[in-house]
T-cell receptor, first 113, second 111 residues
Framework: EPEVTQTPSHQVTQMGQEVILRCVPI?????FYWYRQILGQKVEFLVS????????KSEIFDDQFSVERPDGSNFTLKIRSTKLEDSAMYFC???????????FGDGTRLSIL | GQQVMQIPQYQHVQEGEDFTTYCNSS?????IQWYKQRPGGHPVFLIQ?????EVKKQKRLTFQFGEAKKNSSLHITATQTTDVGTYFC???????????FGAGTRLFVKA
């Protein structure tokens, strides 16, 4: 069964540095999402992306964050000037249409030191 | 902004007992999705409800969507140890561009 693939599985970065989290959505999917989950807490919506542009974003998704679909397969989340509170699990998800199930990747654990 | 509340936060049951988690949205939803997350894992889609008053069953799991499309519940009959994990409801808006998760209910099942 097709899967959403995320790399790296774990990223350790110094505070203030920039990180790029990578995702390869399922190939025929058109809707892409990033979520964040701080350890032991709920899954928080960050941003959705459709038709090569951001569809919706949450209050969390400020100027520190950006997303890109640089080619036909990758979907990236860039976090600039990382802070300690950015430490979390970041999940990418994709779906074929707006009403089909979302498929989540295994996540990238981001640790900011 | 839109909020999705979910209770209880934790539930400990004996194997064979039933379990229910409840979800309530501050606004009318286009749809409600339910996910299960095992410790260390990612959310796994269980079901999506779209219609007012809809009830769906998956084996021992029963999902309901309220008439006003603002609340939902998941009921597990005769829990098994394989049911352990955190169950999240997630409210979706029209178009599928935004999904707001509840805080989740972590289920512990004692054999």
């Amino acid at each position: 069964e097709p899967e959403v693939t995320q790399t790296p599985s774990h990223q350790v970065t110094q505070m203030g540095q920039e990180v790029i989290l990578r995702c390869v959505p399922i190939s025929n999917h058109l809707y892409f999402y990033w979520y964040r989950q701080i350890l032991g807490q709920k899954v928080e919506f960050l941003v959705s992306f459709y038709n090569n542009e951001i569809s919706e974003k949450s209050e969390i998704f400020d100027d520190q964050f950006s997303v890109e679909r640089p080619d036909g397969s990758n979907f990236t989340l860039k976090i600039r000037s990382t802070k300690l509170e950015d430490s979390a699990m970041y999940f990418c998800a994709s779906r074929s249409t707006g009403i089909q199930p979302q498929h989540f990747g295994d996540g990238t654990r981001l640790s900011i030191l | 902004g839109q909020q999705v509340m979910q209770i209880p936060q934790y539930q400990h049951v004996q194997e064979g007992e039933d379990f229910t988690t409840y979800c309530n949205s501050s606004t009318t939803l286009s749809n409600i999705q339910w996910y299960k997350q095992r410790p260390g894992g990612h959310p796994v889609f269980l079901i999506q409800l779209v219609k007012s008053g809809e009830v769906k069953k998956q084996k021992r799991l029963t999902f309901q969507f309220g008439e006003a499309k603002k609340n939902s519940s998941l009921h597990i009959t005769a829990t098994q140890t394989t049911d352990v994990g955190t169950y999240f409801c997630a409210g979706g808006n029209t178009g599928g561009f935004k999904t707001i998760f509840g805080a989740g209910t972590r289920l512990f099942v004692k054999a």
